[in-house]
């Protein structure tokens, strides 16, 4: 059995990245493995990200719209 000390703690954030403390290993469904050495890593859950699997703030941006007067 794992011990808590030894499990690894998952935030979700709402409207925004799984925030995952590292480092980790990210396998991609492709086979590819990106890896972190960040004590805190945040994955991306909007794909947005130019930098996806891993977070670079994108889901903050808001898309814009116009409104008609």
Do not use: W, Y
């Amino acid at each position: 059995m794992i011990s808590a000390a030894d499990r690894r703690v998952v935030r979700v954030v709402a409207g925004g990245p799984l925030m995952v403390e590292g480092p980790v290993s990210i396998e991609m469904p492709d086979g590819r493995v990106v890896e972190s050495d960040r004590f805190m890593v945040a994955i991306c859950a909007c794909k947005r990200s130019k930098n996806f699997p891993l977070c670079d703030t994108s889901h903050r941006r808001k898309s814009s719209t116009s409104q008609a007067d």
